[in-house]
């Protein structure tokens, strides 16, 4: 019989990454679900295999074998109780930091619980068992492929980590539900991806396009932003900010802007290398690097872009500082002043936008006060202010940690609490207002405080073209955007509120109405009491500036066809137009 490596994908990635990550020690024990693994290491020479019957011998040959080697061991067993038996060695591996990769293979997972033979519950360990256990199943598709490939990548880097230990994979088979056969005669290639402790050896930066993506980051030191600036200078490298990444360097880039266009993608959105710093960033980039080094302390792998290579786990700093000792030379920057023609060639084609909350973001974010903070709510209010040039003298803040409605004015609180001399400013939608409007009446709220409330009687962001919902129309409104909540747009309920909790209130229905009332809330001194003014747009200005704002670069005849569609939406009704295209398509 001529056999080769099985066709499963989830296990020729596991054999290839256990090549690149140099795991080539294996005793395996006899079973059925492990058949596929077992015959597909047998066919390969790089491999190093040993039998043994007892797993629970196994587990303590390959704490001997691995204590002695100095190199990682792997284990294979079957379903059922076999893996029960590896819980003595593993335990010997765990307090001795021996890298033990225990490998049980398993039917599908979905089984767990329902009385199937030989299908038990590997997903909770004991804490002094592994280092890290993971669950491994069949791949569909490439979603699929992507998470097992980060997933096995982690495991494997796991067993070297911080001084190493043993690691648990639960490896799903199709078998013996769908036959299986042995007919892929070399292994795919797989993304291997590394990580770099501090003290060790840096892999070399060769000269290409270089960018820093700094996602939601804390203010940044003088030291830090010193540091990136000298590296941008030495490695001709541009950095890509949103507000939240309070970076004030001189290479920074507002880089939302020339990312969001529907129909252009200029080329500076591709680049070689991609340093990847800070925490979750509600700017949605839409950027293309050729690999990611990942920077940070927790040495985590958290692959954002899908292009993983390196994770540095080191302080941002010591990254950086230790590069820039690498190169001694300056490079050209070449590449910032590419972004940074891209980003005013659309900034210039900026026209009159809509009542909303865009218009307000471009009105007003040069206006505010120096040395303000600003907090801006997700999703609608943090996009629409990205589209804004940086301003260093600005700190902005935003919740994308959880990426939630919840809590956003109390943050604000919290905030004005640790400094209280400077203007606490925040942009906030009407769902999530009144989803935190209880701490208004907390009796520490701060007259540094100044809150922007565009109400606009919904999720807009559900109505925007941009949303899937937006194919429901005015249908939406009812449950997915939740319209009509709260007193409906009321031009009383959260003034009277308001006033009654000590703020100085101020509202706005138009522009006109908007630019009077700006002068008061943008007001450098902090007053006697903080403000709150209220904005009122509607969803269909909101959706429109959005699509001005991503199509900056559009060719004329798109133009027309926006228009052309917003007419018969007028003339039809949504609804209408819902059911003309479904008899149209058929």
Same mark, same amino acid.
């Given at each position: ?32 679900? &492990? ?9 390969? !020479? ?13 587990? %303590? ?24 038996? %590896? ?87 199709? %078998? ?8 892929? $005669? ?21 000269? +290409? ?24 200078? @030495? &490695? ?27 129909? %252009? ?34 040495? /985590? ?19 950086? *500082? ?10 050209? *920057?070449?590449?910032?002043?590419? #972004? ?15 009542? !909303? ?27 629409? #202010? ?17 990426? +939630? ?49 565009? &109400? ?7 109505? &925007? ?23 409906? @747009? ?8 308001? /006033?009654?909790? +000590? ?25 006697? @009491? ?26 004329? !005849?798109? !133009? ?21 295209? $479904?008899?149209?398509?058929?």
């Amino acid at each position: 019989m001529d056999l080769h490596y099985t066709d499963e994908k989830n296990i020729l990635i596991l054999i290839g990454l256990m090549k690149a990550h140099k795991v080539k020690k294996v005793i395996i024990s006899p079973g059925s679900t &492990n058949i596929t693994l077992a015959a597909s290491l047998k066919q390969d !020479s790089y491999f190093e295999l040993y039998s043994a019957p007892d797993e629970r011998s196994a587990a %303590y040959m390959a704490c001997g074998l691995a204590a002695e080697s100095g190199e990682p061991v792997a284990l294979s067993c079957t379903g059922a109780t076999a893996s029960r038996n %590896y819980i003595p060695g593993m335990t010997e591996a765990f307090y001795r930091k021996l890298p033990i990769l225990a490998i049980t293979s398993t039917q599908h997972l979905g089984q767990v619980g329902h009385y199937v033979p030989q299908v038990i519950d590997r997903s909770e360990q004991l804490n002094d068992l592994v280092n890290l256990s993971v669950q491994i199943p069949i791949i569909h598709d490439d979603m699929d492929a992507w998470s097992v490939n980060v997933t096995l990548n982690k495991a494997l880097l796991e067993l070297r980590h911080r001084g190493g230990g043993p690691v648990h994979i639960n490896l799903t088979t199709s %078998y013996p539900f769908y036959p299986v056969s042995f007919s892929t $005669k070399e292994l795919p290639s797989t993304r291997v991806i590394h990580r770099i402790e501090y003290g060790q050896n840096l892999p070399q930066l060769d000269d +290409g396009k270089i960018a820093i993506f700094v996602g939601n980051h804390v203010v940044m030191d003088t030291n830090l932003t010193n540091s990136i600036e000298q590296f941008c200078k @030495k &490695n001709n490298a541009v950095v890509l900010c949103d507000h939240t990444s309070n970076y004030t360097g001189e290479s920074g880039i507002s880089a939302s802007l020339v990312t969001s266009q529907d129909t %252009y993608t200029p080329t500076c959105v591709n680049m070689d290398i991609l340093i990847h710093i800070g925490q979750i960033s509600g700017a949605y980039m839409n950027l293309n690097p050729g690999q990611v080094w990942r920077v940070n302390p927790d040495g /985590e792998i958290r692959d954002t872009f899908r292009k993983l290579k390196y994770v540095f786990e080191m302080k941002e700093v010591d990254f950086f *500082d230790n590069y820039n000792k690498l190169s001694t030379v300056d490079s050209s *920057d070449t590449y910032y002043k590419n #972004w940074e023609y891209e980003y005013k060639k659309l900034e210039q084609k900026i026209s009159d936008l809509p009542f !909303s909350n865009i218009w307000l973001a471009q009105q007003t974010f040069s206006k505010l006060p120096i040395n303000s903070y600003l907090h801006l709510g997700i999703l609608n209010s943090l996009r629409a #202010w990205n589209f804004c040039p940086l301003r260093k003298d600005i700190k902005c803040f935003s919740n994308t940690g959880g990426f +939630g409605i919840d809590g956003l004015i109390s943050s604000l609180v919290g905030a004005a609490l640790a400094d209280s001399k400077q203007l606490h400013y925040l942009v906030i939608g009407d769902l999530a207002f009144f989803y935190d409007m209880n701490v208004l009446g907390n009796r520490h709220f701060s007259p540094s405080i100044r809150i922007m409330l565009v &109400n606009n009687g919904k999720g807009t962001e559900f109505r &925007n073209y941009t949303n899937f919902a937006s194919k429901f129309g005015n249908e939406a409104d009812t449950f997915i955007a939740a319209g009509g909540h709260y007193g409906n @747009k009321s031009c009383r309920l959260v003034k009277h509120y308001a /006033e009654d909790l +000590g703020f100085e209130y101020l509202t706005a229905n138009t522009k006109d109405e908007y630019e009077k009332s700006l002068e008061r809330f943008c007001f450098s001194k902090i007053t006697e @009491k903080p403000m709150l003014l209220e904005v009122f747009t509607n969803n269909e200005d909101e959706d429109e500036a959005l699509h001005i704002m991503r199509n900056l670069a559009t060719t004329k !005849s798109s !133009s027309i066809k926006r228009a052309a569609k917003d007419v018969m939406k007028e003339v039809l009704g949504s609804n209408n137009v819902q059911t003309l295209k $479904k008899i149209i398509r058929s």
